[in-house]
């Protein structure tokens, strides 16, 4: 199995809270509505910590806690864990942290509301407010911030970002993120988001100040021309198909419900736990965490799907009965 040193793992807890004035006695929220919005959050940070990092560090969201009254509140914690060292978020001396990156989105600090500063990915989104840009200006070449000022059509006003913000601000996966994340605003009796760090509310997201968000969202997804692949992880069951007795096999072959799929598992002590029981058996089952790649060519059409097992949350063993009839 590969190893990459950890360089530094940071964490950050924050808090989302959907709140309304009408919200104050009824605490509750479909869950059909919930549940994109909590997935959202961390699609939105993984395409963000990929944006600056690449594969330099890894991050995962964890919701630690309970619910308070008067509003739907979820607790969060985001556990960043990097590999050597990752590239600066702001300049070549800034290392990045968990804190960091949820400030960079603007999930925690208001979002700037003009070209008076340097905008963020929220406040950017908002200002934007689905409207085409003009014009990209760079900064000076000795600007080691990768800043660049952004002119909007019909629009004298210029606004700075960074290119981390313009990069993820096209991204179509993590624009519709965002889209899922701001969804509950404005549905069943819920007019903001909340957002907490340490009990203290550092940004409130507004009703129209979703909505310019959201405009940009839909107009940078259905605008967007990008090609690269769509990367999903999930939790999921994968059964052995045909039994491998090579360790240094990359790709295995599994059942995933009715459908039968190759996957690497080279990074994963997948292959070598099997030799180390006797071989791999039929029926072996894993829970794993999976990541599922998608790559989109030029006329559209997704291709069919490659499969990695990031990790294996746990192993089921085949029963003995279950080989001899598959033997019969």
Not at 22 to 33: G, R, V
Not at 40 to 61: F, M, P, Q, W
Not at 147 to 154: I, R
Request: glycine content about 6%; proline content about 4%; charged content about 25%.
């Amino acid at each position: 199995m590969p190893e990459q040193s950890i360089y530094e793992e940071s964490r950050k807890a924050f808090s989302i809270a959907y709140s309304g004035k009408n919200k104050l006695q009824d605490h509750s929220i479909s869950f059909e509505i919930l549940a994109p919005a909590l997935l959202a959050y961390e699609k939105l940070l993984r395409e963000a910590n990929r944006e600056i990092s690449g594969k330099k560090s890894s991050g995962k969201l964890m919701v630690v806690s309970d619910f308070e009254h008067k509003c739907f509140n979820i607790n969060f914690e985001y556990v960043l864990t990097l590999y050597d060292q990752a590239q600066s978020l702001i300049s070549s001396k800034e290392e990045i942290d968990a804190g960091k990156i949820l400030d960079w989105l603007e999930i925690l600090k208001m979002p700037a509301s003009g070209a008076a500063s340097v905008l963020g990915y929220l406040g950017y989104l908002k200002v934007k407010n689905g409207r085409k840009i003009e014009r990209i200006i760079k900064k000076d070449d000795s600007d080691e911030t990768g800043h660049v000022d952004v002119k909007f059509e019909g629009d004298n006003n210029v606004v700075t970002v960074n290119n981390y913000t313009l990069n993820l601000s096209k991204n179509p996966r993590a624009l519709a993120a965002t889209r899922d994340m701001l969804s509950p605003i404005g549905l069943e009796g819920f007019d903001k988001i909340e957002i907490r760090d340490g009990g203290v509310i550092v940004n409130r997201i507004s009703s129209s100040a979703a909505n310019d968000m959201l405009t940009s969202c839909i107009v940078g997804i259905n605008d967007s021309k990008d090609t690269s692949p769509t990367v999903e992880q999930t939790s999921a069951w994968l059964t052995v198909y045909s039994p491998v007795y090579e360790e240094h096999a990359a790709m295995w072959r599994f059942t995933m419900g009715r459908e039968i799929i190759y996957a690497d598992i080279s990074g994963t002590a997948i292959a070598h736990d099997a030799i180390a029981r006797g071989g791999a058996m039929v029926e072996d089952t894993y829970q794993v965490k999976l990541e599922i790649e998608t790559q989109i060519p030029q006329d559209g059409k997704p291709k069919k799907p490659s499969y990695r097992v990031i990790e294996v949350l746990r192993f089921i063993p085949a029963k003995p009965e279950i080989q001899s009839e598959l033997k019969m």
